[in-house]
């Protein structure tokens, strides 16, 4: 649980470049880290990569918080 | 290191000629096609004499699998995907009045879907590049009309508008989209026509000749060049001052 956070979160700090305290579960990406649309499904394709996986579209639709994130990658695993 | 170039039908005509204008720049080239797998290999063949890489990748530009494996093995084979040419294209001439649903649904299914899922499957790689630079063929008459075109027109004018909506979208992670719109070029497309209507076109051309696939190489290397830096969205007409 907490290494995919971690590894998530990773992602999210190189690519968002925001400070590492911002991530939390809770965070949504547009609101609380200055995500745009596109950041967001560059998100969800760097988190494919990560974890060897496809999020469908549909699914991918659904990923608002950090949390949306970890939850869904852990429960595909 | 070289770039790669996925050119769409560039078994004959204009595709082509884009395939081999931008090998000549250096550029490594996957050639797709549709049916003509001789044609597609022979342009491998005159491609791989210019010193630089190239395959052939048969794929329905229509079908959204067969775009995404094309795509996949472009990746696969050349490491990047930097330049992606629309050109392959149909059409299926009647008049309104007599244009069958089939006919309408066959020209915007490969010539404007398959413009969007080719765009749709390349810009994952190009996103991450932080670097693409695509270039879509339209045609004039998608900004002037014309009689007995009706779905070849309404594809191309809707290309012109996914060339816009893609350039604004996808700016801001360097990737630039441009069009441009042939007039009259000597291709097997235009070569179907009678010369009684030949003629009647060359009326129309200021500049009195008609175009080659060269006239659209040549612009399209333009847009896919760092000299076209500073250009997105625009749709360039290469008519010979036809429509002005
Ligand atoms: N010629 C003109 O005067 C003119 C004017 C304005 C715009 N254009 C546009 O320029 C582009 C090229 O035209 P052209 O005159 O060079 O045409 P062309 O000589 O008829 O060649 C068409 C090319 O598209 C390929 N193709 C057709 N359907 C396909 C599909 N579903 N999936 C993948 N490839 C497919 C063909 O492959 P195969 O060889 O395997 O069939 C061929 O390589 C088209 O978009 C056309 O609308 C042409």
């Known amino acids: 649980m907490a290494d995919v956070f971690d590894r998530v979160k990773d992602i999210i700090v190189d690519k968002l470049e925001v400070d590492e305290s911002k991530v939390t579960m809770e965070a949504s990406?547009?609101?609380?880290?200055?995500?745009?649309?596109?950041?967001?499904?560059?998100?969800?394709?760097?988190?494919?990569?990560?974890?060897?996986?496809?999020?469908?579209?549909?699914?991918?639709?659904?990923?608002?918080?950090?949390g949306d994130a970890v939850n869904y990658i852990n429960s595909q695993q | 290191?070289?770039?790669?170039?996925?050119?769409?039908?560039?078994?004959?005509?204009?595709?082509?000629?884009?395939?081999?204008?931008?090998?000549?720049?250096?550029?490594?080239?996957?050639?797709?096609?549709?049916?003509?797998?001789?044609?597609?290999?022979?342009?491998?063949?005159?491609?791989?004499?210019l010193g630089v890489r190239a395959i052939k990748f048969q794929a329905n530009i229509g079908s959204e699998d067969d775009v995404k494996a094309m795509v996949k093995e472009t990746v696969k084979t050349f490491g990047s995907l930097d330049i992606l040419i629309n050109n392959a294209g149909i059409n299926r001439d009647n008049l309104l009045m007599r244009m069958k649903e089939s006919e309408f649904d066959d020209v915007i299914q490969t010539n404007l879907k398959g413009t969007f899922l080719c765009i749709k499957a390349v810009t994952r790689?190009?996103?991450?590049?932080?670097?693409?630079?695509?270039?879509?063929?339209?045609?004039?008459?998608?900004?002037?009309?014309n009689p007995g075109q009706a779905n070849y027109v309404a594809a191309k004018?809707?290309?012109?508008?996914?060339?816009?909506?893609?350039?604004?979208?996808?700016?801001?992670?360097?990737?630039?989209?441009?069009a441009v719109a042939p007039g009259f070029i000597t291709t097997?497309?235009?070569?179907?026509?009678?010369?009684?209507?030949?003629?009647?076109?060359?009326?129309?051309?200021?500049?009195?000749?008609?175009?080659?696939?060269?006239?659209?190489a040549k612009t399209t290397r333009f847009l896919v060049s760092d000299d076209a830096a500073y250009i997105t969205g625009q749709t360039i007409v290469i008519d010979g001052g036809m429509a002005m």
């Open chain 2, 157 to 178: 004018a809707g290309i012109i508008g996914l060339t816009k909506t893609a350039a604004k979208e996808l700016a801001s992670r360097n990737i630039r989209v441009n």
């Open chain 1, 29 to 66: 990406f547009k609101e609380d880290l200055e995500a745009d649309s596109l950041d967001v499904v560059e998100l969800v394709m760097e988190l494919e990569d990560e974890f060897d996986m496809e999020i469908a579209d549909e699914e991918a639709e659904k990923i608002n918080t950090v």
């Open chain 2, 125 to 145: 790689q190009m996103m991450k590049q932080r670097d693409g630079r695509i270039v879509n063929v339209a045609s004039v008459v998608g900004i002037s009309g």
């Open chain 2, 188 to 216: 097997d497309m235009t070569d179907a026509l009678s010369e009684e209507q030949k003629a009647g076109m060359l009326q129309m051309i200021p500049l009195a000749r008609l175009g080659t696939p060269e006239d659209i």
């Open chain 2, 1 to 49: 290191m070289n770039k790669t170039a996925l050119v769409t039908g560039a078994s004959r005509g204009i595709g082509k000629a884009i395939a081999l204008e931008l090998a000549r720049n250096g550029v490594n080239i996957v050639v797709n096609y549709a049916g003509s797998k001789d044609k597609a290999q022979a342009v491998v063949e005159e491609i791989e004499t």
